[in-house]
């Protein structure tokens, strides 16, 4: 990893719940060095890595940190706390609200993640609201969540609404203008990324934890490690943090192996979780035990391509992802060829919500957005590969 700038090197070095006196060492030597601060700033937030930064260096390195960024670091890490917890009271509302009228929900990733892989709720970056529900619950959900002053977002015709609740797994509620947003899931992916674990399954083994003083359900060790793992893949392992906080979590799982395993066969997710934890081996230096990583990855295929993702992981924020690119991705990382080619015959012709806000059709021509998606890609990518042609022949 020395090939990767020393702010990237630096990101890496803090992504940890605790610092080894190596750690701290290497943490320091870094620093040292000629640093372009507001790259490293930029650079955390996208990754959302601020919380870390601010602890890790405040408490082993803080006399290496120039006045003005410290002050900087701080107050975002004091902003992020603010919000962390005000998001926290309203994920328990929200959840109790549910529980009252009998909806079975499942707080995850947020707060809830950060306090389960940190030990602490304030060290990931704090963003929405989510929780799993089963599907058949959506309409009381739904009620439940307008009665405490939230709107779907966007609003849906009963016809786009029955489309997106069996092709798709998640809808936003807003409210105080965007300032809380509840991201509430039905599954844990959409059809168009396949992935063989049913939220039911997921719901039927939920733990009960506690969060900012009161306690709430969330998946087990087991389906939180496996999730994160899909959820990185899904998006490409855009951000440092999601390999962070899969790294935290293996520390935590030397005696789940078995049940995680056959959970991850099930889920014909064997790539899926492999890449995630060569990576985790790459960039943490977690110790993967030998005997997993032979039924997991024996040929060392996802090893090797854990290194090519790490180096595209500091290009994401430059990088749009184009739909044949993920396309390959899906090819490399899901355990079956069909379900990789079944996936992208979905992205191409389901329809989605940008379709719905990009035409609007009565419920009766409710079927056409089937030929409208395609086409409107096509659209899209080809804008997008003349700007990045006109940009390349520019340079």
């Known amino acids: 990893m020395n090939d990767l700038r020393p702010e990237q090197q630096i990101l890496i070095a803090i992504g940890r719940r605790q610092l080894s006196e190596s750690d701290v060492e290497s943490l320091r030597r870094l620093l040292a060095l000629n640093i372009d601060w507001h790259h490293l700033l930029e ?20 006399d290496l940190i120039p006045p003005n960024f410290r002050t900087r670091l701080k107050r975002e890490a004091v902003e992020n706390t603010q919000s962390v917890l005000y998001l926290s009271a309203k994920a328990i509302e929200v959840s109790k609200a549910l529980d009252e009228v009998g909806v079975s929900n499942a707080c995850f990733k947020g707060p809830l993640l950060s306090e389960l892989a940190y030990g602490d709720l304030a060290l990931r970056q704090a963003g929405d609201i989510d929780l799993l529900i089963g599907r058949e619950n959506f309409q009381t959900a739904k009620r439940v969540l307008e009665s405490l ?12 609404l029955r489309s997106h609740l069996g092709f ?7 409210r105080d203008d965007w300032f809380t947003v509840v991201d509430l899931h039905w599954g844990l992916t959409p059809r168009s990324f396949i992935f063989a674990v049913s939220g039911e399954e997921v719901m039927s083994r939920l733990q009960t934890v506690s969060l900012a003083g009161s306690t709430v359900k969330t998946f087990s060790p087991e389906d939180l490690l496996l999730y994160q793992a899909m959820h990185g893949a899904k998006h490409l392992w855009k951000k440092l943090e999601w390999v962070s906080s899969v790294a935290e979590l293996l520390r935590q799982c030397d ?36 005997e997993v990583m032979l039924v997991l990855d024996r040929d060392e295929s996802m090893k090797r391509f854990a290194r090519k993702t790490l180096n595209d992981i500091f290009d994401a924020r430059q990088k749009r992802t184009e739909s044949t690119e993920s396309n390959i991705y899906n090819l490399k990382i899901m355990d079956r060829r069909r379900d990789a080619i079944r996936s992208a015959l979905r992205a191409a012709f389901v329809p989605t919500l940008s379709d719905w806000e990009a035409l609007s059709l009565p419920s009766s021509l409710h079927s056409l957005y089937y030929a409208y998606r395609p086409l409107r890609l096509s659209k899209v990518y080809s804008l997008s590969l003349i700007h990045r042609l006109t940009r390349n022949a520019a340079r």
Do not use: D
């Open 43 to 62: 650079t955390a937030r996208f990754h959302g890595l601020i919380p870390l930064l601010q602890r890790n260096t405040t408490v082993h390195a803080s």
């Open 149 to 160: 002053g939230f709107e779907m977002y966007p609003r849906l015709m009963p016809t786009q």
């Open 168 to 174: 798709h797994c998640e809808i936003q509620f807003m």
């Open 255 to 290: 005696n789940l192996w078995p049940t995680i395993l056959e959970r991850t066969r099930r889920a014909r997710a064997t790539k899926i979780l492999s890449l995630a934890l060569r990576l985790a081996e790459l960039v943490y230096e977690v110790s993967l035990q030998p």
